[in-house]
Nanobody, 125 residues
């Protein structure tokens, strides 16, 4: 069974940093565009960042551009999200997922499958 497992969440103060990791099992992550989404309490899940299977193109939500960096380590079969200059509004459960292969859907959660269980990120003010 294809599985994605996120890790690295936690509690951090405003301005701090966290690095999230998404590990894949039973499929080769390097063959797919991968994305990170987040869901804050009472809000819908929203796009955060994505990276193409080739690793040469990345996509970011305007709210995280310049602060977050998505990367992939194909040797370890993982995708990471480095989050710097964190703000209280970044507080959410963060999920990784695999894109179905249509680059037109890279910003839409409907274009993704194999969602992980999520990892909680809390930024205190």
């Amino acid at each position: 069974q294809v599985q994605l497992v996120e890790s690295g969440g936690g509690l951090v103060q405003t301005g701090g940093s966290l690095r999230l990791s998404c590990a894949a099992s039973r499929f080769t992550l390097s063959s797919y565009t991968m994305g990170w989404f987040r869901q804050a309490p009472g809000k819908e899940r929203e796009f955060v960042a994505a990276i193409r299977w080739s690793g040469d193109t990345t996509y970011y939500a305007d709210s995280v551009k310049g602060r977050f960096t998505i990367s992939r380590d194909n040797a370890k079969n993982t995708v990471s999200l480095q989050m710097n200059s964190l703000k209280p509004e970044d507080t959410a459960v963060y999920y990784c997922a695999r894109n179905l292969g249509d680059i037109r859907t890279v910003y839409q959660q409907a274009g993704y499958v194999n969602w992980g269980q999520g990892t909680q990120v809390t930024v205190s003010s």
